[in-house]
Protein backbone atom coordinates (compact mmCIF):
# COMPACT_ATOMS: atom_id res chain seq x y z
CA UNK A 1 0.00 0.00 0.00
CA UNK A 2 1.14 3.26 -0.85
CA UNK A 3 2.11 6.19 1.36
CA UNK A 4 -0.97 8.90 0.49
CA UNK A 5 -3.72 5.30 1.10
CA UNK A 6 -1.75 3.95 4.60
CA UNK A 7 -2.20 8.20 5.21
CA UNK A 8 -5.91 7.66 4.50
CA UNK A 9 -6.46 5.22 6.40
CA UNK A 10 -4.52 6.65 9.68
CA UNK A 11 -6.64 9.58 9.19
CA UNK A 12 -9.56 7.86 8.80
CA UNK A 13 -8.96 5.07 11.78
CA UNK A 14 -8.47 8.45 13.73
CA UNK A 15 -11.68 10.12 12.91
CA UNK A 16 -13.63 7.32 13.48
CA UNK A 17 -12.40 7.14 16.59
CA UNK A 18 -12.87 10.42 17.71
CA UNK A 19 -16.66 10.00 15.96
CA UNK A 20 -18.62 10.52 19.67
CA UNK A 21 -22.25 10.13 18.07
CA UNK A 22 -24.24 8.54 14.81
CA UNK A 23 -23.99 12.47 13.09
CA UNK A 24 -20.24 12.65 13.46
CA UNK A 25 -19.15 9.11 12.36
CA UNK A 26 -21.77 9.70 9.27
CA UNK A 27 -19.71 12.89 8.34
CA UNK A 28 -16.53 10.85 8.50
CA UNK A 29 -18.37 8.14 5.99
CA UNK A 30 -19.23 10.59 3.67
CA UNK A 31 -15.84 12.83 3.89
CA UNK A 32 -14.00 9.14 2.94
CA UNK A 33 -17.05 7.19 0.94
CA UNK A 34 -19.17 9.47 -0.31
CA UNK A 35 -19.37 10.97 -4.10
CA UNK A 36 -16.87 13.45 -3.03
CA UNK A 37 -15.38 11.14 -0.88
CA UNK A 38 -11.23 11.22 -0.47
CA UNK A 39 -11.17 7.53 -1.75
CA UNK A 40 -13.57 8.22 -4.48
CA UNK A 41 -11.47 10.60 -6.06
CA UNK A 42 -8.52 8.12 -5.57
CA UNK A 43 -10.95 5.89 -7.36
CA UNK A 44 -11.61 8.42 -10.16
CA UNK A 45 -7.98 8.55 -11.12
CA UNK A 46 -7.41 5.28 -11.80
CA UNK A 47 -8.42 6.12 -15.38
CA UNK A 48 -4.84 8.27 -16.26
CA UNK A 49 -2.69 5.35 -14.72
CA UNK A 50 -0.55 2.60 -17.32
CA UNK A 51 -2.91 -0.81 -17.13
CA UNK A 52 -0.31 -2.39 -14.65
CA UNK A 53 -0.42 0.35 -12.30
CA UNK A 54 -4.19 0.65 -13.16
CA UNK A 55 -4.60 -3.20 -11.84
CA UNK A 56 -1.79 -2.99 -9.01
CA UNK A 57 -3.64 0.56 -7.87
CA UNK A 58 -7.16 -0.45 -7.91
CA UNK A 59 -6.23 -3.79 -6.23
CA UNK A 60 -5.50 -1.62 -3.21
CA UNK A 61 -7.93 0.91 -3.13
CA UNK A 62 -10.76 -1.79 -3.43
CA UNK A 63 -9.04 -3.46 -0.39
CA UNK A 64 -8.95 -0.08 1.64
CA UNK A 65 -12.04 0.75 0.76
CA UNK A 66 -13.27 -2.71 2.36
CA UNK A 67 -10.98 -2.21 5.21
CA UNK A 68 -12.86 1.33 5.72
CA UNK A 69 -16.47 -0.12 5.11
CA UNK A 70 -15.40 -2.40 8.16
CA UNK A 71 -14.04 0.30 10.41
CA UNK A 72 -17.14 2.41 10.07
CA UNK A 73 -19.52 -0.56 10.69
CA UNK A 74 -17.69 -1.52 13.76
CA UNK A 75 -17.78 2.06 15.00
CA UNK A 76 -21.39 2.24 14.58
CA UNK A 77 -21.75 -1.09 16.30
CA UNK A 78 -19.82 0.28 19.29
CA UNK A 79 -21.59 3.87 19.18
CA UNK A 80 -25.27 1.48 18.95
CA UNK A 81 -23.91 -0.83 22.14
CA UNK A 82 -23.08 2.30 24.31
CA UNK A 83 -26.35 4.02 23.36
CA UNK A 84 -28.19 1.79 24.42
CA UNK A 85 -26.18 1.03 27.78
CA UNK A 86 -26.90 4.90 28.50
CA UNK A 87 -30.31 4.33 27.87
CA UNK A 88 -30.65 1.45 29.49
CA UNK A 89 -28.79 2.56 32.70
CA UNK A 90 -31.14 6.25 32.54
CA UNK A 91 -34.94 3.57 32.06
CA UNK A 92 -33.42 1.39 34.90
CA UNK A 93 -36.49 0.48 36.72
CA UNK A 94 -36.17 0.42 41.11
CA UNK A 95 -37.07 -2.60 41.82
CA UNK A 96 -38.65 -1.94 45.23
CA UNK A 97 -40.41 0.75 44.64
CA UNK A 98 -44.98 -0.04 44.64
CA UNK A 99 -46.10 -0.82 41.49
CA UNK A 100 -48.37 2.23 40.11
CA UNK A 101 -52.23 1.70 41.00
CA UNK A 102 -54.42 -0.09 38.49
CA UNK A 103 -58.23 0.33 38.15
CA UNK A 104 -59.63 -2.85 39.21
CA UNK A 105 -63.73 -4.05 37.55
CA UNK A 106 -65.75 -4.82 40.39
CA UNK A 107 -68.85 -6.91 40.86
CA UNK A 108 -72.32 -5.10 39.99
CA UNK A 109 -74.58 -5.55 43.08
CA UNK A 110 -77.12 -7.63 41.39
CA UNK A 111 -74.63 -10.44 39.92
CA UNK A 112 -73.57 -10.77 43.89
CA UNK A 113 -76.60 -10.97 45.13
CA UNK A 114 -76.80 -13.85 42.82
CA UNK A 115 -73.96 -15.09 43.30
CA UNK A 116 -75.09 -15.60 46.53
CA UNK A 117 -78.34 -16.73 46.26
CA UNK A 118 -77.35 -19.28 43.74
CA UNK A 119 -74.45 -21.05 46.61
CA UNK A 120 -77.77 -20.58 49.55
CA UNK A 121 -79.81 -22.52 46.96
CA UNK A 122 -77.42 -24.92 45.88
CA UNK A 123 -76.27 -25.58 49.39
CA UNK A 124 -80.28 -26.82 49.85
CA UNK A 125 -79.79 -29.10 47.28
CA UNK A 126 -81.32 -26.95 44.22
CA UNK A 127 -80.17 -26.46 40.67
CA UNK A 128 -80.39 -23.43 38.68
CA UNK A 129 -83.03 -23.52 35.30
CA UNK A 130 -83.26 -20.64 32.71
CA UNK A 131 -85.02 -19.92 29.81
CA UNK A 132 -86.22 -16.95 27.56
CA UNK A 133 -87.36 -13.32 28.03
CA UNK A 134 -89.49 -13.76 25.23
CA UNK A 135 -92.74 -15.79 25.97
CA UNK A 136 -96.26 -17.17 25.17
CA UNK A 137 -99.02 -15.79 26.81
CA UNK A 138 -99.57 -19.17 27.86
CA UNK A 139 -96.22 -20.37 29.54
CA UNK A 140 -96.25 -16.56 31.08
CA UNK A 141 -100.46 -16.58 32.42
CA UNK A 142 -102.62 -19.55 31.18
CA UNK A 143 -100.53 -22.30 32.90
CA UNK A 144 -99.98 -20.63 36.07
CA UNK A 145 -103.89 -20.28 37.03
CA UNK A 146 -104.02 -16.81 35.69
CA UNK A 147 -107.90 -15.91 34.20
CA UNK A 148 -107.92 -13.89 30.94
CA UNK A 149 -109.48 -11.08 32.97
CA UNK A 150 -106.48 -11.06 35.44
CA UNK A 151 -105.21 -7.20 35.43
CA UNK A 152 -101.41 -8.37 35.06
CA UNK A 153 -102.41 -9.35 31.64
CA UNK A 154 -103.20 -6.02 30.73
CA UNK A 155 -101.01 -3.90 28.14
CA UNK A 156 -100.83 -1.38 31.35
CA UNK A 157 -98.48 -3.83 32.94
CA UNK A 158 -97.50 -6.19 30.20
CA UNK A 159 -95.16 -5.73 27.28
CA UNK A 160 -96.56 -7.49 24.11
CA UNK A 161 -94.80 -8.24 21.13
CA UNK A 162 -96.51 -7.68 17.74
CA UNK A 163 -97.46 -11.15 15.92
CA UNK A 164 -98.51 -14.01 17.21
CA UNK A 165 -95.97 -17.66 17.55
CA UNK A 166 -96.44 -20.89 15.64
CA UNK A 167 -99.04 -21.69 18.31
CA UNK A 168 -101.24 -19.01 17.47
CA UNK A 169 -100.30 -17.57 20.66
CA UNK A 170 -99.83 -13.76 21.74
CA UNK A 171 -95.73 -13.18 22.44
CA UNK A 172 -94.99 -10.99 25.76
CA UNK A 173 -91.79 -10.08 27.62
CA UNK A 174 -92.12 -12.43 30.77
CA UNK A 175 -93.35 -10.67 33.48
CA UNK A 176 -92.01 -13.34 36.17
CA UNK A 177 -89.76 -15.95 35.71
CA UNK A 178 -92.55 -18.52 36.36
CA UNK A 179 -92.58 -19.33 32.96
CA UNK A 180 -89.63 -21.07 33.59
CA UNK A 181 -90.80 -23.03 36.14
CA UNK A 182 -93.81 -24.27 34.16
CA UNK A 183 -91.15 -24.99 31.36
CA UNK A 184 -89.26 -27.57 34.42
CA UNK A 185 -92.29 -29.14 35.10
CA UNK A 186 -93.08 -29.87 31.32
CA UNK A 187 -89.86 -31.32 30.59
CA UNK A 188 -88.62 -33.08 33.95
CA UNK A 189 -90.21 -35.50 35.83
CA UNK A 190 -90.31 -35.09 39.17
CA UNK A 191 -88.97 -35.04 41.90
CA UNK A 192 -87.75 -31.24 40.93
CA UNK A 193 -86.31 -28.55 42.91
CA UNK A 194 -84.80 -25.93 41.12
CA UNK A 195 -84.71 -21.74 41.12
CA UNK A 196 -84.89 -19.57 38.26
CA UNK A 197 -83.06 -16.43 38.49
CA UNK A 198 -83.20 -13.99 35.37
CA UNK A 199 -84.62 -10.82 34.01
CA UNK A 200 -88.30 -9.69 33.94
CA UNK A 201 -90.10 -6.86 32.17
CA UNK A 202 -93.16 -4.91 33.39
CA UNK A 203 -94.78 -1.04 32.66
CA UNK A 204 -93.19 0.60 35.69
CA UNK A 205 -90.84 2.87 36.49
CA UNK A 206 -90.06 4.95 39.17
CA UNK A 207 -87.72 5.05 42.41
CA UNK A 208 -88.70 1.00 43.67
CA UNK A 209 -89.31 0.18 39.98
CA UNK A 210 -87.72 -0.47 36.64
CA UNK A 211 -89.28 -1.77 33.65
CA UNK A 212 -86.54 -3.80 33.59
CA UNK A 213 -85.63 -5.71 37.09
CA UNK A 214 -84.64 -9.54 38.36
CA UNK A 215 -86.48 -11.92 39.81
CA UNK A 216 -85.21 -15.34 41.17
CA UNK A 217 -88.28 -17.71 41.87
CA UNK A 218 -87.89 -21.31 43.23
CA UNK A 219 -90.03 -24.58 42.69
CA UNK A 220 -89.85 -27.80 44.83
CA UNK A 221 -91.80 -30.44 43.87
CA UNK A 222 -92.19 -34.27 45.23
CA UNK A 223 -94.54 -36.66 47.66
CA UNK A 224 -95.31 -35.23 50.97
CA UNK A 225 -94.41 -31.87 50.37
CA UNK A 226 -96.03 -29.89 53.31
CA UNK A 227 -96.24 -25.99 54.08
CA UNK A 228 -93.18 -26.83 56.84
CA UNK A 229 -91.13 -27.69 54.30
CA UNK A 230 -91.81 -24.38 52.69
CA UNK A 231 -91.54 -21.99 55.96
CA UNK A 232 -88.22 -24.17 56.75
CA UNK A 233 -86.47 -23.35 53.48
CA UNK A 234 -87.41 -19.83 53.64
CA UNK A 235 -86.24 -19.18 57.17
CA UNK A 236 -83.12 -20.52 56.43
CA UNK A 237 -82.53 -18.82 53.22
CA UNK A 238 -83.18 -15.15 55.04
CA UNK A 239 -81.26 -15.58 57.93
CA UNK A 240 -78.57 -16.97 55.90
CA UNK A 241 -79.02 -14.29 53.13
CA UNK A 242 -78.95 -11.22 55.42
CA UNK A 243 -76.42 -13.30 57.46
CA UNK A 244 -79.09 -12.36 61.19
CA UNK A 245 -79.52 -15.99 63.07
CA UNK A 246 -82.13 -14.36 64.82
CA UNK A 247 -83.81 -13.17 62.00
CA UNK A 248 -87.39 -12.84 62.65
CA UNK A 249 -89.42 -14.59 59.97
CA UNK A 250 -93.27 -13.79 59.58
CA UNK A 251 -95.79 -15.78 57.34
CA UNK A 252 -99.22 -13.78 56.01
CA UNK A 253 -102.14 -15.05 54.66
CA UNK A 254 -102.70 -13.95 51.00
CA UNK A 255 -103.46 -14.65 47.28
CA UNK A 256 -101.63 -15.68 44.15
CA UNK A 257 -103.82 -17.31 41.10
CA UNK A 258 -100.69 -20.00 41.36
CA UNK A 259 -100.35 -21.11 44.46
CA UNK A 260 -102.92 -22.43 47.13
CA UNK A 261 -102.26 -21.55 50.37
CA UNK A 262 -100.78 -18.26 49.91
CA UNK A 263 -98.18 -16.50 52.22
CA UNK A 264 -96.87 -13.15 52.18
CA UNK A 265 -93.01 -13.06 54.28
CA UNK A 266 -92.10 -10.38 56.05
CA UNK A 267 -88.89 -9.62 58.48
CA UNK A 268 -88.81 -7.83 61.15
CA UNK A 269 -87.26 -4.32 60.82
CA UNK A 270 -86.77 -1.21 62.41
CA UNK A 271 -88.80 1.10 60.34
CA UNK A 272 -86.92 4.71 61.71
CA UNK A 273 -83.30 3.13 60.88
CA UNK A 274 -84.13 0.88 58.43
CA UNK A 275 -81.82 -1.52 60.57
CA UNK A 276 -82.61 -5.24 59.62
CA UNK A 277 -83.61 -7.95 62.86
CA UNK A 278 -85.15 -5.74 64.86
CA UNK A 279 -87.50 -2.76 66.39
CA UNK A 280 -90.61 -4.19 66.11
CA UNK A 281 -91.78 -3.81 62.83
CA UNK A 282 -92.40 -5.51 59.59
CA UNK A 283 -90.92 -5.80 55.72
CA UNK A 284 -92.75 -7.77 53.16
CA UNK A 285 -90.16 -9.15 51.70
CA UNK A 286 -91.09 -11.99 49.34
CA UNK A 287 -94.14 -14.24 48.22
CA UNK A 288 -94.56 -18.01 48.42
CA UNK A 289 -97.37 -21.00 48.68
CA UNK A 290 -98.00 -24.46 48.09
CA UNK A 291 -97.92 -25.01 43.96
CA UNK A 292 -101.98 -25.09 43.17
CA UNK A 293 -103.32 -28.25 41.75
CA UNK A 294 -104.50 -26.81 38.59
CA UNK A 295 -100.69 -25.48 37.91
CA UNK A 296 -99.37 -28.91 37.98
CA UNK A 297 -102.24 -30.92 35.91
CA UNK A 298 -101.70 -27.92 33.26
CA UNK A 299 -98.03 -28.91 33.34
CA UNK A 300 -98.83 -32.63 32.54
CA UNK A 301 -98.24 -33.60 36.74
CA UNK A 302 -101.08 -35.76 38.74
CA UNK A 303 -101.82 -33.35 41.92
CA UNK A 304 -103.04 -36.63 43.23
CA UNK A 305 -99.40 -38.27 43.63
CA UNK A 306 -97.06 -34.86 43.38
CA UNK A 307 -96.87 -31.50 44.97
CA UNK A 308 -94.82 -28.79 46.41
CA UNK A 309 -94.36 -25.05 46.81
CA UNK A 310 -92.52 -22.30 44.90
CA UNK A 311 -91.54 -18.44 46.37
CA UNK A 312 -90.43 -15.43 44.67
CA UNK A 313 -88.74 -12.72 45.35
CA UNK A 314 -87.04 -9.15 43.47
CA UNK A 315 -83.65 -9.25 43.29
CA UNK A 316 -83.10 -5.35 43.46
CA UNK A 317 -85.18 -5.06 46.36
CA UNK A 318 -83.21 -7.39 48.53
CA UNK A 319 -80.08 -6.05 47.19
CA UNK A 320 -81.17 -2.72 48.00
CA UNK A 321 -82.19 -3.93 51.75
CA UNK A 322 -78.77 -5.72 52.32
CA UNK A 323 -76.66 -3.02 51.19
CA UNK A 324 -78.21 -0.01 52.20
CA UNK A 325 -78.88 1.13 48.54
CA UNK A 326 -81.33 3.52 48.23
CA UNK A 327 -82.77 4.05 44.81
CA UNK A 328 -83.71 1.29 42.09
CA UNK A 329 -82.54 3.67 39.14
CA UNK A 330 -78.89 4.19 39.43
CA UNK A 331 -78.28 0.35 39.05
CA UNK A 332 -79.14 0.49 35.39
CA UNK A 333 -77.41 3.85 34.80
CA UNK A 334 -73.61 2.90 34.37
CA UNK A 335 -72.36 5.48 36.02
CA UNK A 336 -69.00 4.37 37.38
CA UNK A 337 -68.93 6.19 40.72
CA UNK A 338 -71.96 4.63 41.54
CA UNK A 339 -70.55 1.05 40.74
CA UNK A 340 -67.04 1.90 42.95
CA UNK A 341 -69.05 2.48 45.72
CA UNK A 342 -71.20 -0.39 46.09
CA UNK A 343 -69.38 -2.68 43.76
CA UNK A 344 -67.46 -5.81 44.80
CA UNK A 345 -63.83 -7.07 44.55
CA UNK A 346 -64.40 -10.11 42.12
CA UNK A 347 -61.55 -12.06 43.93
CA UNK A 348 -63.22 -12.09 47.35
CA UNK A 349 -65.86 -14.78 48.10
CA UNK A 350 -68.89 -13.75 48.52
CA UNK A 351 -69.77 -14.05 52.46
CA UNK A 352 -72.29 -16.53 53.54
CA UNK A 353 -73.65 -17.31 57.12
CA UNK A 354 -71.56 -20.36 58.26
CA UNK A 355 -74.42 -22.57 58.92
CA UNK A 356 -75.32 -22.49 55.28
Same mark, same amino acid.
Given at each position: ?T ?15 A????R ?5 R ?8 R?T??L???GR?S??E??E?? %?????LKD??T ?8 EL?AAA?G ?6 R????L ?5 A?G?I?P????M??? %?A??G???F ?14 F ?7 H?P ?14 A ?10 T?P???R ?9 R ?7 Y?A????T???M????EG???D??I???H?K?CL?D ?11 P??F ?10 SM ?5 W??KT????G ?16 V???C??DP ?5 ? %??G?G?E ?5 KH ?7 F ?9 HYG???L ?9
Open positions: MDDLQTLQSETDAALAAADPALDAVVAVLGKSGLALKELAPERRRG %AALNRALAAIEARRGDLARLAAEMDMTPPRPRQLHISRTEEM %AIFAMGAIAEGPDIEDDWRNGALNIPAHARQDMDTFYLPGIDDGRSRVLRTHSVQVTMLNQEPPIVIVPGRTRDHDAHSPFHQVLVIRATLGLGIFLRAFFGITTLVRRSSYFPFTEPEVDIGNRGELGGGDWLEILGSGMVHPKLANGIREWQGF %AFMIRVTMLGIPDLRPYESDIRWLRFNPAPAMLHEGV
